[in-house]
């Protein structure tokens, strides 16, 4: 099987690093193209990225050089977009016009009516939703997009409590540095220190699962007739995003039935590379998720859950900047590619 040409668009950032992490040795994609500010631009990768992460930074990639976010400088069939998203929402409809697929962390294009967003696991049937953007652009490529960090960690543990009749669902977040990226939250801010409000975020989590949990018909989406009610706070975690969770469900399930319902949660994609064995991970023990302890799970793919107590009240962790964000779209990217679509 040849090789998808894949290229990263804003390459040095937070996600930028994790994407080239993801993709570097992937079995299915090579990188082709590294893109970021004019900053960066003319750089090799190794100088204009300040490398971050635990992995040590990818060999393949060192020496290729940094260009310009934009179409004609840029040499690939999917690329992976960690823009701001000001900046995505010009940059991201050029590439698509110009014909690539764009898979996107950015939150530009995320509610609009023919734009998927998707969580593999979740709403894969909204892939549907390509043909009628293409359609109605007129564009040869198209933009797929991946929920915010930490709508994923949420909405993936509501899917399977849609069987109960959810209504509705209270959260308060405790969200990691690394999702406001590399000059989001400085030292002096965070250390020793809580920051209860993170700009938007609370209309994202708001707004995003109703689409990811809504019904597709072939042309448009229902969005699910529940109530989220979102309270976002920073703390001084590096990576992670752990969430207290409060859902009220028509059948009012026991705390034992959730938890069945979480460790039976099996959807099964066909062995996409990125795919975690377990989608949710319970722990039973009454001091887990921890985001130092458990971020790492399936290879930062799996979210875990714990507390499960009467109410419905529980805790759900997952890695923000991984099944957060890069791993997320690149999982989309596999599924779409699995499905022929790439
Ligand atoms: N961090 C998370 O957990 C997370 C999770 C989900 C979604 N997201 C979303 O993902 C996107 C990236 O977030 P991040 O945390 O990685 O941000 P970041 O660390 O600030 O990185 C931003 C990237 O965009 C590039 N860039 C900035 N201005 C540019 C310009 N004018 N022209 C071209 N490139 C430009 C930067 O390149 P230079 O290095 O050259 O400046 C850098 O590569 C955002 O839309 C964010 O909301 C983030």
């Not at 009516?113 to 390509?130: M, R």
């Not at 990691?176 to 801010?189: K, Q």
């Not at 994202?204 to 976002?232: H, Q, R, W």
Request: hydrophobic content about 40%.
């Amino acid at each position: 099987m040849e090789a998808v040409k894949a290229g990263i668009l804003g390459a040095t950032g937070a996600v930028g690093q994790r994407f080239v992490e993801a993709l570097a040795n992937h079995p299915w994609f090579e990188l082709t193209s590294l893109a970021a500010s004019e900053r960066s631009a003319g750089k090799t990768y190794k100088k204009a990225a300040d490398w971050r992460l635990d992995s040590p930074l990818p060999e393949s990639v060192a020496d290729l050089e940094v260009v310009p976010v934009d179409p004609e400088k840029v040499d690939a069939d999917v690329v992976f977009s960690a823009l701001p998203a000001d900046l995505a929402l010009g940059v991201e409809p050029a590439f698509a016009k110009a014909g690539f697929a764009v898979a996107s962390n950015a939150s530009a294009y995320r509610m609009e009516k023919d734009i998927p967003l998707v969580i593999p696991e979740v709403n894969p049937d909204h892939l549907g939703l390509l043909e009628v953007q293409q359609d109605s652009r007129g564009w040869d490529g198209y933009i797929i997009t991946n929920p915010n960090c930490s709508t994923i960690v949420m909405t993936s543990t509501l899917k399977p409590l849609m069987q109960f009749g959810l209504e509705s669902v209270q959260v308060a977040t405790m969200q990691a540095i690394s999702g406001a990226g590399f000059r989001g939250v400085s030292g002096m801010e965070i250390y020793d220190n809580v920051i209860p409000y993170i700009g938007n975020e609370e209309q994202k989590m708001e707004a995003e699962p109703l689409k990811l949990l809504g019904e597709f018909d072939g042309a448009e989406i229902t969005p699910a007739n529940i109530k989220v009610s979102a309270s976002c706070h920073r703390v001084p975690v590096i990576d992670g995003h752990t969430e207290a969770i409060w859902a009220d469900m028509r059948d009012a399930p026991t705390p034992e039935e959730v938890r069945e319902a979480f460790q039976n949660f099996d959807p099964k994609l066909g062995k996409l590379p990125s795919e975690p064995e377990k989608v949710l991970i319970v722990r039973d023990e009454d001091n887990r998720p921890q985001p130092r302890l458990d971020r790492n799970m399936g290879k930062g793919m799996s979210i875990s859950v714990g507390r499960i107590r009467e109410g419905i009240r529980y805790i759900a962790m997952g890695h923000n900047t991984i099944r957060g964000a890069a791993g997320a779209s690149v999982l989309n990217a596999e599924l779409l590619h699995s499905i022929g679509k790439l």
